[in-house]
Structures are given as structure tokens and as C-alpha cells.
């Protein structure tokens, strides 16, 4: 009830009007729906043959020998007929080989087989001077060949030639460890036989022979802030490109790899990187090792370099 001061205030009350008829009643607010999940896009990949093609794409591989698979669909040959891919180059550059991780815009080049050719070598040192890496499909593929070497004295042998056979036994199908620990075994001053495949050339590639001395850095092929990861076992992933601690890190386990064992595989010494974060210790990083990749065998050795070379790259890089 108003006051007898607030109603004289006011001055004389006007006639009252109607009050508004009642507005309809407005629906209850619907409640949020959850917004769906952004569907994934898909990752449609650009490829061609290295020696001359159309352009093909390619989507819905997780790992190398699938990739192999999707692109000889592209063009109607067998998976079996790719030696090793490279990315956005069609030369062979063993600098643009593609590894475990694909940029997301990266280009695809297959290099398929060309000429069959066979070369006699007689072992006159230890080393050859070959350093062998593999497709991850059954090749193992030369990727280098050391200055002043025994090989470096055979023309006919070139970086990328696919290594069939040794006196005549195949080794299609085994790893590029197994590939080189048959070359150190060979007995010095008995010659034998290496079948070799080269990659199928354009005419601006031939009498290409791409040797080198050194151990250049790996150059970095993938393109944008994603990379695919192809893995050997399990679906691939879209990862960040990795760290330039995780980038140093599996360069020095790279050079190691080359110095004990005569590879090169980026994506080993990747794993070794990332299974060295889960462990605090020597002896642990080695029993991680020989759970993740105990088919490779590592030296005592060699797992203690490796583990001092990762540590080195964590402190060069802060």
C-alpha cells in the first residue's frame, strides 16, 4: 500500500485502463544440443610415377605397403613393381625419401623397376661402402655409396639400385639389417655376384649416378604443421611435425645406425627417440628396446651411444 506523502506527490491518480490482455506464453528455451563431433577430413594424397605419369590420388592407406598398394591401383601395375617413393621430387634423391611421416600436402613419387643388372665384386677391405635402407615392403635399396670405396669403384652401381640378390640367393623380403649383415659376412678376396634393380629413369635423370662421401642432414620434406605417421604395425596418425629436439635426436640415432649397423632408417631411429621418453635410464631405455624392436639385437654398446646421443640433442636443444 503507497504512503499518504508518496500519493500527494504524485498529484491525482489518472483512470485506470484495462490491463493487457496476457501475452501467449513463449515455448521453453530449447536446451543446447551438443554440438557433433567436426568429421575428420579425408587425406587425399597427390602421386605420380617418377619416370613420367598423370597424376593419380590416392586416401585410405595406414601404412607403406598399403600406400604401395593404393598407388599401383592408380595406375594399374603391381605393388610389387615400386621400389621406394619420394617426396616432391621425382629424381632420385635419397635426401627426399619418403620415410614414416608424410606432410599433409607433401607430393608422392613412385619409383618403379627398371633394368635388371648384375655386377661381380671382389672384397678386398672389410666395408664395401654401401649404406642400405629398405621401402618397409620387401627391398632393401642402396642409399649410399662412401667415397673411395670398393662399390664407388663399380660404375654399374648406383644410390637406389634395389638389391635382389646375393650369389644368386633372393633376399626380397628381408630388412635392410639382415641385407648388410650378409654384405659384412661375405669372406674377404672370394668374389660374388649382386643382382641389382634400378629405379626406372625419365630421360632427364639417366647417367644420374648421386654417390656421396658425407652424411648430409635429412632434409625436411614435410610440408604444413601435420604430418601422416605410417607405422609398421597399428593405424597411421596425423601428428604434429616433430620437435627440433625429436628432429636432432633422430638424426644422431640415424648417423649411428650408419656407423654400426651400414643403414639408415628415419623412422627406427624415431621410435628409438620416442621410446627413450618413457624411461629414465640406460638399462631401462635398454629393456624398452628389446620389447619394442628386439628382432634388430642391439649391442650393449650401441644402446648406451644411442642413449648418450639422445641426451646430447636434449641438452643442444634446451
Not at 618397409?136 to 638389391?163: H, L, M, P, Q, T
Not at 648388410?180 to 674377404?188: G, H, Q, T
Not at 654417390?211 to 601428428?239: D, F, I
Request: proline share 7%; charged share 25%.
Amino acid at each position: 500500500m503507497e504512503t499518504t506523502a508518496v500519493r500527494e506527490a504524485r498529484g491525482a491518480e489518472a483512470p485506470r485502463l484495462p490491463a493487457p490482455p496476457p501475452s501467449p506464453a513463449e515455448p521453453p528455451a530449447a536446451s543446447p544440443t551438443p554440438a557433433a563431433p567436426r568429421a575428420r577430413p579425408r587425406l587425399i594424397f597427390r602421386t605420380q610415377l617418377a619416370h613420367g605419369s598423370p597424376t593419380g590420388k590416392i586416401e585410405g592407406f595406414t601404412n607403406v605397403r598399403e600406400l604401395y598398394a593404393k598407388i599401383a591401383e592408380a595406375f594399374g601395375i603391381a605393388p610389387t613393381e615400386i621400389l621406394f617413393c619420394t617426396l616432391n621430387s621425382h629424381k632420385v634423391d635419397m635426401q627426399k625419401l619418403l620415410g614414416g611421416q608424410i606432410g599433409l600436402e607433401d607430393f608422392i613419387f613412385a619409383h618403379v623397376r627398371g633394368e635388371t643388372k648384375e655386377v661381380e665384386v671382389t672384397k678386398t677391405e672389410d666395408a664395401l661402402g654401401l649404406t642400405i635402407t629398405d621401402n618397409g615392403a620387401g627391398y632393401a635399396f642402396i642409399k649410399r655409396i662412401k667415397e673411395g670405396s670398393i662399390i664407388n669403384r663399380i660404375e654399374a652401381v648406383c644410390v637406389g639400385d634395389s638389391i635382389e640378390a646375393i650369389n644368386d640367393h633372393s633376399i626380397v623380403g628381408c630388412r635392410h639389417y639382415e641385407v648388410a649383415k650378409m654384405l659384412r659376412e661375405l669372406p674377404k678376396s672370394q668374389p660374388f655376384t649382386l643382382r641389382l634393380v634400378q629405379p626406372k629413369r625419365a630421360f632427364d635423370m639417366i647417367g644420374q649416378r648421386s654417390r656421396s662421401s658425407k652424411c648430409p642432414t635429412e632434409a625436411k620434406v614435410s610440408s604444413g604443421r601435420e604430418t601422416l605417421r605410417l607405422r609398421s604395425g597399428g593405424a597411421a596418425t596425423v601428428e604434429e611435425v616433430p620437435s627440433e629436439f625429436e628432429e636432432e635426436a633422430s638424426r644422431r640415432v640415424d648417423d649411428l645406425l650408419e656407423s654400426y649397423m651400414g643403414i639408415r632408417d628415419p623412422e627406427l631411429a624415431s621410435t628409438m627417440v620416442e621410446t627413450s621418453k618413457k624411461t629414465v635410464s640406460v638399462q631401462e631405455f635398454a629393456r624398452h628396446l628389446d620389447s619394442v624392436l628386439g628382432e634388430f639385437a642391439f649391442p650393449d654398446e650401441f644402446v648406451v651411444e644411442v642413449w648418450a646421443a639422445i641426451g646430447e640433442a636434449r641438452e643442444a636443444c634446451g
